[in-house]
């Protein structure tokens, strides 16, 4: 086999900023190729520049653009893992004013976004015995007030990997599912609050030590380093400051 088809490469959405930015350099340090999809290509292309990972600008709502970067990732090499990292929040209004757009908004990308690009490259996945990663949340396991449509979301995705799983059985696949708690990210918090930087601070404010990017990269890292036959279904990685969605510790 040429050395370059023996070297893994993963496909990482949502690598322009935060955990899927963090899971690239992760994994090039760890000797992967990588592919890095977003919509934001300036950013991709920075990241390319500093890890020498390739990248694709990709809209994982659009049928044609994923299409579009699946196919010239599948040309260009094989693929041994995918990490879905696309997504958010969008909104903590409560179930009796919630926006529906802002509903639509977090399906279209948490949801449906890891099933379109899930669907395309499992079978280039299967051909390499490779792995598939779901980044869901703590929020699909437990809900809180003004969390109706983000935890809904993240646990629709955690179903998702669950079935994916089921239906595989036997298959050369495994399929994980990491399920991180408060990550300090620079765009999460912003985005969710509607850009009011101000409230995203206080989503972290007095917090000893939130979770960071790298934290979950690691986790990434660390599972599909495991032998292929071992599959870590699901990981739970909070601060230690936050026992439940609910209750976070606080210093402030
Ligand atoms: N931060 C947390 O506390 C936390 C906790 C648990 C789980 N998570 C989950 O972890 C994932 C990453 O979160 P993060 O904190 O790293 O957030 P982030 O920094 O806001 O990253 C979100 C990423 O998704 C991409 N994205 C958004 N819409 C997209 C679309 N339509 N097509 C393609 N890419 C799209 C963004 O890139 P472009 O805008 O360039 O497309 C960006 O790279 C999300 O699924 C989030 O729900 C986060």
């Known amino acids: 086999m040429a050395e370059d088809q023996k070297r893994r490469r993963a496909v990482v959405t949502g690598a322009s900023s935060g955990i899927g930015e963090a899971t ?51 040309a260009a090499g094989p ?4 990490v879905n990292c696309a997504g958010g929040a969008l909104g903590t209004d409560h179930v009796d004013v919630a926006k529906i757009d802002e509903w639509r908004w977090m399906y279209e ?12 490259l499992l079978p280039a996945i299967k051909e390499r015995e490779g792995s598939v990663v779901v980044i869901s949340s703590t929020a699909g396991i437990e ?17 998702l990997a669950r079935a994916l799983r089921l239906e595989q059985v ?9 399920a991180p708690g408060l990550v300090k990210t620079a765009e999460f918090s912003l985005n969710r609050l509607h850009g009011d930087q101000k409230a995203a601070d206080a989503v972290y404010a007095g917090v000893p030590n939130p979770l960071t990017g790298e934290d979950i990269a690691e986790a990434v890292r660390w599972a599909l380093d495991q032998p292929a036959a071992v599959d870590i279904d699901e990981m739970v990685v909070r601060p230690r400051a936050q026992v439940s969605s609910t209750q976070v510790y606080r210093t402030e």
């Open 24 to 74: 690239v350099r992760s994994l090039v340090s760890d000797g992967w190729s990588v592919v890095a999809l977003a919509r934001r290509e300036e950013r991709l292309k920075a990241l390319s520049e500093e890890t020498g990972c390739e990248y694709f600008v990709c809209d994982v709502t659009s049928e044609d653009s994923t299409a579009a970067a699946v196919e010239k990732l599948t």
């Open 79 to 82: 693929v041994d893992a995918l």
């Open 109 to 120: 990308t948490n949801v449906l976004g890891t099933l379109r690009i899930t669907q395309k």
């Open 143 to 159: 809900t809180y007030p003004g969390g109706g449509g983000y935890c809904g979301v993240k646990a629709a995705e955690k179903a």
């Open 170 to 178: 036997g298959e050369p696949v495994r399929v994980i599912d990491i």
